[in-house]
Structures are given as C-alpha cells and as structure tokens.
C-alpha cells in the first residue's frame, strides 16, 4: 500500500473525473497560440492543487479533461479555482481578449462532470478523439453546392432567410 501513489497516512484513493468546459458564448477562441498557453496555465493550476491531468485536449470551442482528483478537494472548488484563476491569467497574457470578454470573465458559468470508474480507458479514448470528432462535424456543415434532393446546382448567391 505504501508504493501507491494515491495514498495519504490513512487514505487511499482513486478519483478520476471526466471535466468539459467552454469559453463564454462558445466563442471559438481556444486555437493558435492562445492553445499553447491554456495548456500550460491548465497544467500550472493542477500541479498547484495536487490534481494530475490523465488526458486533456482543446478543442475549438471547449476544453475535455480527465483528471484525478484527491479526495480532500471538492470537484466543484476545483472546477471553480482552475475557471477563475485560468481566466485571469488568460487575460494577463492576451490583454487583447479583455474588450471581447468584459468584467474578465473568459469562461461561461456551468461545466460537466462525470465520474469516471471502470471506463477510463474509454473516455481516454473519446478525448483524444474529441478533436476529429470536431472535424468530421465542422466537413458536415459545409455548403453544398449542389441540392441532394434535386440534383440541381446551388448558385453562391442565394441566402437563406
């Protein structure tokens, strides 16, 4: 018991949970260097709180994170302090977003939790594929340029009302 990582004097444990959350409106903000950077503050906050990130990606409008939680912290102080600590140090470093997102408020109020058990080689594999997931849906929205129903071919100037 001793060589478990997830131990403390009288406490061993195995918290993981999977943790979704987006930028305020779901702006599309979190591409480019801006990327880079939540990466790192993300990982800074963590190491800060004891919290191990398992599996994280950035996607285009949100953030997918399994991470493993000791059990002294609560998931939603956590989610709390990694939303609002990440918020101000995003602003500090790309003063440039303070006019899009007034009173510094980077990311929208609710997130998702799951709890994860005997599943977290699944959901390992669902963030990692999150990001493909995203490109097939972004090819899916695309404009066509020919009707699927009539054949005929769609003119670029016509708009939908």
Known sequence: MSQDKNSLAH????CNYHIVFAPKYRRQ???GKIKQDIGVILRQLCERKGV????????????HMLVS??????????????KGKSSLMIF???????????NRKFWC???YVDTVGRNKKII?????????DDIVAEQLSLLEYTDPFTGEEVRKSKKKK
């Open 29 to 31: 903000a979190i591409y």
């Open 11 to 14: 406490t061993t444990w195995n």
């Open 124 to 132: 390992q594999e669902y963030i990692r594929n999150q990001i493909q």
């Open 69 to 82: 939680i000791p059990p002294k912290i609560s998931v939603s102080s956590f989610v709390g302090y990694l």
């Open 92 to 102: 500090d470093r790309h003063s440039n977003l303070k006019y899009r997102y007034g």
């Open 52 to 63: 191990e990130i398992i599996e994280a990606t950035a996607c285009v409008d949100h953030i």
């Open 109 to 111: 109020t609710g997130y």
